[in-house]
């Protein structure tokens, strides 16, 4: 059971906009920064959002972030083939003392 | 570029000992916080433990704790992770991870990543 909560999977048709949830609580995405991965399986994860909302160098504008209270999404829009991984959502936890995951969201392109 | 290479992983048994090594190279090794995440088959991705720059701190997983210590030498730019005690639940692909400063508390992410190192405990 992972500390944040992600929907297991997501899916949408290239060009389409979809969304990706991440519940937590005080304890963690309340109070401190969100971050995104992106993992296709087989090679390195990679940040796509850190610090609830900006984007490394690199990563395209399709992809955003958002926080509010102790919840957190990622967006992204104009969907492509290529985006089809898993999506980790990941914060710091002050009770825990440590990095927390969320659970990933498998994202299927149609 | 940034570029993290484990080794280290392979085949132990149950109750036994392995000992995990990154190498970083195409940055100051010494000015940033390192990190160990794993993924289990089929599992998502799970942080295992992080180091601050000059070793000063370091900090587990309530599921490693006391059977995993983290370590580094900055002189060699690589870190460890001493893994005892292994249980099939520690079968996992294991990464290493680059922060973005010094610490790895609330602020810091893992900014660059290496391929991983296969670790399976099965007797």
């Known amino acids: 059971q992972s500390v944040l909560t992600q929907p297991p999977s997501a899916s949408g048709t290239p060009g389409q906009r979809v969304t990706i949830s991440c519940s937590g609580s005080?304890?963690?995405?309340?109070?401190?920064?969100v971050h995104w991965y992106q993992h296709v399986p087989g090679s390195a994860p990679k940040v796509l959002i850190y610090?609830?909302?900006q984007r490394p160098s690199g990563v395209p504008d399709r992809f955003s972030g958002s926080k509010s209270g102790t919840s957190a999404s990622l967006a992204i829009s104009g969907l492509r083939s290529e985006d089809e991984a898993d999506y980790y959502c990941?914060?710091?936890?002050?009770?825990?003392?440590?990095?927390?995951f969320g659970g990933g969201t498998k994202l299927t392109v149609l | 570029d940034v570029q993290l290479v484990e080794s280290g992983g392979g085949l132990v048994q149950p109750g036994r000992s392995l000992r995990l090594s990154c190498v970083g190279s195409?940055?100051?090794?010494?000015?940033?916080?390192m990190h160990w995440v794993r993924q289990g088959p089929g599992r998502g991705l799970e942080w295992v433990s992080s180091?601050?720059?000059?070793?000063?701190?370091?900090a587990y997983a309530d599921s490693v704790r006391g059977r995993f210590t983290i370590s580094r030498d900055n002189a060699r730019n690589s870190l460890y992770l001493q893994m005892s005690n292994l249980t099939p639940e520690d079968t996992a692909l294991y990464f290493c991870?680059?922060?973005?400063?010094?610490?790895?508390?609330?602020?810091?992410?893992?900014?660059?990543w290496g391929q991983g190192t296969l670790v399976t405990v099965s007797s």
């Open positions: 991870a680059k922060d973005v400063g010094y610490f790895y508390d609330n602020g810091g992410y893992f900014a660059d």
């Open positions: 195409g940055f100051s090794f010494d000015k940033y916080a």
């Open positions: 180091i601050s720059w000059g070793s000063g701190s370091s």
């Open positions: 005080s304890s963690n995405i309340g109070h401190n920064f």
């Open positions: 610090g609830n909302n």
């Open positions: 990941a914060s710091w936890d002050d009770s825990l003392t440590g990095r927390v």
